[in-house]
């Protein structure tokens, strides 16, 4: 394909899937990284990441992070993507897109142990066409030297994950699970089942008697229901970011959400003794 797909700058979210030994213990962590609202940073605008990670050696999960982890911009002309840590003093080039067969890949988290690529093919993925550059170690790895372990995917990342190091798995390895782009899985892997949200969901009831619009919005969305109603809106983590208060509303209200970051969220509705939700986009 010769359409470039940018990367999200808004409403993507990635799941990843992380093992390590400590000491003898096997440990599993899950990782979710967003987008979600922007920064400026030495005079340039980054859109924010978040990362919520839990992790396991055998018990119940533990949280690790859960916030800010840095920044993320892109040049779209140039097809490159560069990332902001605090912990860095510059900006890191994160991904190169701009790459044809027998390249090095230059990027920070490729120059663990070094990647070049070995075939550039493209995948099909959500009705369109992305290209796919599909990665080979240098050399003084484990496994053969041309198996194409690993894949940079347009508008998505690495199949390792969004910022994990790209090498070749032994004791250690990081895999993306899902990407999600407004809502919508955009990529899934075979072998993992990743839900959105953390007991969150659109659900279905008081289908005919519930309409939100515009959704979605830059800012102010409008409900009109049947019924009266109390509500709360959340992030895709389930966490409250706003409430109603007082008497249930009759019938019809506005939500003014302008001055929250741009993403999805989900409005918890309260209606009589049942209670549903639906998602809403800020753009």
Request: aromatic residues 14%; proline residues 4%; charged residues 15%.
């Amino acid at each position: 394909t010769n359409v470039y797909h940018p990367f999200p700058d808004s409403g993507a979210a990635w799941n990843t899937g992380l093992s390590y030994l400590s000491g003898n213990t096997g440990v599993q962590c899950e990782q979710w990284d967003w987008i979600q609202g922007d920064t400026l940073i030495n005079n340039m605008t980054y859109h924010k990441l978040y990362r919520y990670k839990t992790c396991s050696g055998g018990g119940p999960p533990v949280l690790m992070l859960n916030g800010y982890v840095g920044g993320i911009r892109q040049e779209v002309s140039q097809r490159r993507v560069y990332f902001y840590s605090p912990s860095f003093s510059s900006e890191k080039l994160l991904y190169d897109f701009n790459l044809v067969t027998g390249d090095t890949v230059k990027t920070f988290i490729a120059s663990m142990q070094g990647n070049r690529v070995v075939l550039v093919d493209s995948i099909l993925l959500d009705n369109s066409y992305r290209k796919r550059f599909w990665l080979s170690p240098l050399g003084g790895q484990s496994g053969p030297l041309d198996s194409a372990y690993a894949a940079l995917i347009e508008g998505i990342g690495s199949t390792t994950g969004l910022t994990e190091y790209i090498y070749v798995p032994f004791e250690s390895g990081s895999w993306l699970n899902c990407f999600w782009q407004n809502g919508t899985k955009v990529y899934g892997n075979l072998w993992t089942l990743c839900s959105f949200t953390t007991g969150l969901v659109e659900d279905e009831g008081y289908k005919e008697g519930i309409v939100i619009s515009p959704n979605p919005s830059t800012g102010i969305f409008t409900f009109n229901f049947t019924e009266q109603f109390q509500f709360s809106v959340h992030d895709i983590f389930g966490r409250e970011v706003y409430q109603s208060f007082g008497h249930p509303i009759s019938q019809s209200t506005t939500l003014d959400l302008s001055s929250y970051p741009k993403g999805i969220y989900f409005v918890k509705l309260k209606i009589n003794e049942g209670i549903v939700s639906r998602k809403i986009i800020l753009q």
